[in-house]
């Protein structure tokens, strides 16, 4: 299943409707773009997978500093290298769509977050995500002090039993009482 | 949800798959909240499945046991399970449960299935409804440019923006079809207009202000600009409506009373209308308003846009991140170190402070009585009517308008200035700055009515024979409705002005010259506390403006649909994003707050005219009444006695405090904002109306009682549960401090207890594992 060819059949369609958070409209435009990314001849083969260079070739990918996480963490493929198939690109504008429920926001931003997908965020994966914020050259990151204050004052208000980590759960409270993360965690084409 | 141990917590193994830990999963509050999650299937789904991927020889047995209670109530309640596409799984996983699920359902009686379809077919159309609507939105693909390049907290600006330009579109309807309306199809529907009598009293005198003999050019300009002239006796201004009732052969249309009461309706539905807005996006943080307690978890999780496709904007996000958490970070020090002030310190800066609030003081009743100077002076300009020159009459007709935006653009400046040596926090010192720079905005239209209406209600000889000054002013309303109307044009005229003189010249100097001068300017930065100040200025202009001059809202409506697309272009063209950001959510509740503070002092100007200052009785529909609001008890006084008995009762306090009750439960999100600002900023109106003002309290004192009682209620819930967890775990500790010195016999209660090794028993003690459910299993019967 699956497809890239020239046109999405009318199951497929609203079958797609039914399994993501996206309008008939959007999987649409999602498809046109996908086939953009392929070559002449890769279009009329079915499930072909787009490497993770040509997917970060778009725009709404190119600036973002977590997108190889993103890539990583929709990749379904085996060689585990970060390409995608037109159904994970799906799956991936459907969690970032505006629709989509804080549940599955919230899950897929902790994998995102996730640098060394252990399945918990420790310092380590902390201080990268702050790096990736802020710039990852010398004069845009924050000095060792600062890092060590911000990153104690984050497990202060998220980690709740206090073992040094923030896990799936911790992270899913801290992030259903935040107010802007359904706003700013979207992706639209 | 106060079992935050206990939800989800989950493990992984190397592979990186999340797993369960069967511990946490017994604690009886964790149980509960599956049982509470009645249509959540994803948590025991996701573990079933994971378990079956595991490979794991004791998972089946481990899923019949421990999870038989709620999983049963799982299987039976799998009509009302989540959409698939809630579950966070790869596409061929949620296909295969779509599979799954359609297979279960041929299970499923008729009834059920028929259910379950309709269900989704009734989703879809509501999809596709909610679908077509936001594309009929207006603007949709400018505000999503926006968003691209800068970020969510500038495209609330725009989209404040045109929830203005919707809001006073409904006004204007509201007014035209209940007020002109009427006046202009009487002579097509065969209606028969009574006009006020014209008593011939000195009170009713009007003379026509229409120019006579040649009128040059400019005249007209004048006239354009300032609302007199030609522009005075038509349907712009209250002045022309001297209609009293419109005879239709079946019903006679008082519009006197639809003057009055479109004035109401139009006030109550801008109040019902922003207070449902605030809530729609405020809901979640109802209770805990003021969450400093999460900053920097929200500024770190949901800090970065992901909407942003530009570059450069991301470089500047970027670095406005890295600004902000160094500010926060310092913020932090400084908190630290103001805790750690000494006594003498505190007095010097408690000192320092009084000082400065009374420069303030003092700075606000200076630009208050410039205001009132300059509006006696200029009302007195135009009363002589000598004219000097063309820009010279102009600039006395603008003269309040030009004080008042003088006014506001030196104050905040001032502030900013002075906010420095007062040394707050960081935060708090924009705050403040904005408090005051939204005193000073809106008070000057206070002060500038105030200054008309002691003109107006100022005669030769005490008391005034009408009530008011007929010689100078026989129709007053009209000259407040010209006022309101030079304020809006003149504002109008400032920001395309600004935007034309001063910020596209900015970024020419700024890109092509570099001296100093280019250096200390910078590139414009779109300051959205500034910007929102200005449209709810004009906002509030335009609400009190409305009852003298009807078609104020249709002029605002115009006037910011080009606003929008003034601010669109010099934003792209000239701005780069501010360095302080300002966060989507706080924005909503900053510009909404003030909007709502705007609407209170509206309502307080356009309340004393309408219940205290003697109408004109040159013209105008109130010709007939002392006073506007008189219509109201006059009409009531005809209506048969039924109606009447009925209309006192509803005006009473117990129907009145009932109601509001009522409403409240209907409109429970958003009360607690609705009625903190309402309340506080309502404090003026209240001392007129003493029934309006005990009912409200009331409503109040009980909302927030509703709101504690939710918090009480889950708080004490919170208690049970961490007292159940304690019990059960040292419960487990008891069985396993009995099990552990006794190794051996563990092979022998093996039928007690079936294999529980599974793979993450390695992270606990085997004698945790034991087969017991919960040992207080009344949470979820």
Known sequence: MGTTASQLGKDLLSEYQELTFLTKQEILLAHKRFSELLSKDERNLPNTRVSMERILTLPELKSNPFRERICHVFSTSDQKNGSLSFEDFLDLLSAFSDSATLEIKSHYAFRIFDFDDDGTLDCGDLEKLVNCLTGETDDTRLTTDEMRQLINNILEESDIDKDGTVNLSEFQHVISRSPDFVSSFKIVL | ?781
């Open chain 2, 1 to 781: 949800m106060g079992t935050l141990l206990s939800l989800f917590v989950f493990f992984t193994d190397r592979s990186g798959r999340i797993t369960s830990n069967p511990l946490l999963d017994q604690l009886p509050s964790y149980q509960s909240l599956l049982y509470r999650r009645k249509s959540s299937v994803s948590g025991p789904k996701r573990r079933s499945s994971s378990r079956g991927r595991l490979g794991s020889s004791s998972s089946g047995k481990w899923n019949m046991s421990t999870f038989t209670r709620p999983f049963e109530k799982q299987k039976s309640q799998v009509t009302e399970q989540q959409p698939i596409r809630e579950l966070a799984k790869p596409m061929a996983e949620k296909r295969r449960d779509k599979t799954q699920r359609l297979e279960e359902a041929q299970e499923l009686t008729n009834w059920r299935q028929w259910r379950q379809s309709s269900r989704r077919y009734l989703r879809r159309l509501r999809d596709d409804a909610q679908e077509w609507l936001s594309s009929m939105k207006l603007w949709r693909g400018d505000i999503h440019l926006i968003e691209g390049m800068f970020g969510t907290g500038i495209l609330s600006y725009f989209s404040f923006l045109r929830f203005l330009v919707v809001l006073n579109l409904i006004i204007f309807l509201i007014k035209f079809s209940f007020v002109m309306l009427p006046i202009i199809i009487a002579p097509y529907a065969s209606g028969n207009i009574t006009y006020n009598l014209n008593d011939a009293g000195v009170c009713s005198v009007y003379p026509s202000s229409a120019r006579r003999g040649l009128v040059i050019f400019h005249e007209h300009i004048t006239d354009l600009l300032s609302g007199g002239g030609f522009l005075e006796q038509t349907y712009l201004f209250y002045g022309y409506y001297k209609v009293d009732k419109i005879h239709f052969t079946n019903v006679t249309y008082n519009l006197a009373l639809a003057y009055l009461l479109s004035t109401i309706a139009y006030l109550f539905l801008s109040l019902i209308w922003i207070v449902k807005r605030s809530a729609r996006g405020f809901k979640r943080n109802l209770v805990q308003d003021e969450d400093r307690f999460q900053s920097f978890c929200n500024k770190i999780f949901a800090g970065w846009d992901f909407c942003i496709t530009n570059e450069n904007a991301a470089r500047l996000k970027r670095s406005s991140l890295l600004y902000e958490l160094k500010t926060d970070l310092e913020e932090e020090r400084i908190k630290q170190k103001i805790a750690d002030r000494t006594r003498k310190e505190k007095c010097r800066i408690y000192l320092i402070r009084l000082i400065l609030n009374l420069f303030v003081i003092g700075v606000l009743a200076a630009c208050f009585y410039t205001i009132y100077v300059a509006t006696i002076f200029s009302q007195e300009a135009q009363m002589t009517k000598i004219k000097v020159n063309f820009i010279v009459d102009l600039i006395y007709e603008y003269l309040p308008s030009i004080v008042i935006t003088l006014a506001n653009f030196i104050t905040p400046l001032l502030f900013s200035v002075i906010i420095n040596y007062e040394d707050y926090s960081p935060a708090f010192e924009i705050r403040f700055t904005l408090m005051r720079c939204v005193f000073m905005r809106l008070t000057s239209i206070g002060v500038l009515l105030f200054s008309l209406w002691s003109q107006i209600t100022n005669c030769e000889e005490e008391p005034c024979i009408c009530g008011y000054n007929h010689l100078l002013y026989s129709c007053w309303e009209t000259r407040v409705g010209q006022e309101m109307y030079k304020l809006t044009i003149f504002d109008f005229i400032t920001i395309v002005a600004v935007t034309i003189f001063v910020e596209f010249p900015r970024k020419l100097i700024v890109k092509h010259c570099d001296c100093g001068l280019a250096k200390w300017w910078g590139q414009q930065e779109f300051a959205i506390p500034q910007n929102v100040l200005e449209i709810v200025y004009g906002q509030t202009i335009c609400w009190i403006g409305t009852f003298y001059c009807p078609m104020l809202p249709a002029i605002c409506t115009i006037k910011y649909f080009f606003i929008f697309y003034i601010k669109k272009v010099s934003l792209i063209n000239n701005c780069r994003p501010a360095t302080r950001p300002f966060r989507a959510s706080s924005s909503n509740f900053f510009f909404l707050g003030v909007l709502l503070i705007g609407l209170a002092l509206a309502c307080l100007p356009v309340t004393v005219s309408v219940a205290q200052i003697n109408c004109s009785h040159a013209c105008g529909p109130f010709v007939n009444f002392n006073t506007s609001w008189e219509v109201l008890p006059t009409t009531i006084s005809q209506l048969p006695s039924g109606a009447q008995t009925l209309l006192f009762a509803l005006s009473s306090e117990a129907f009145a405090v009932s109601f509001f009750v009522i409403t409240w439960y209907v409109f429970q999100p958003g009360i607690l904002a609705f009625t903190k600002h309402f309340f506080l900023c309502l404090a003026g109106i209240v001392t007129i109306f003493p029934c309006f003002f005990s009912s409200l309290a009331m409503f109040y004192v009980i909302a927030l009682a509703g709101a504690h009682k939710r918090v009480i209620n889950q708080l004490r819930d919170q208690l049970a549960m961490e007292g159940r967890d304690k019990r059960f775990l040292i419960q487990k500790l008891c069985q396993a401090q009995r099990l552990s010195p006794v190794r051996s016999p563990v092979s022998k209660s093996k039928p007690r207890s079936p294999s529980y090794h599974t793979s993450f028993a390695s992270n606990f003690s085997e004698g945790v594992f034991l087969a017991h459910s919960p040992p207080d299993s009344s949470t979820h019967v």
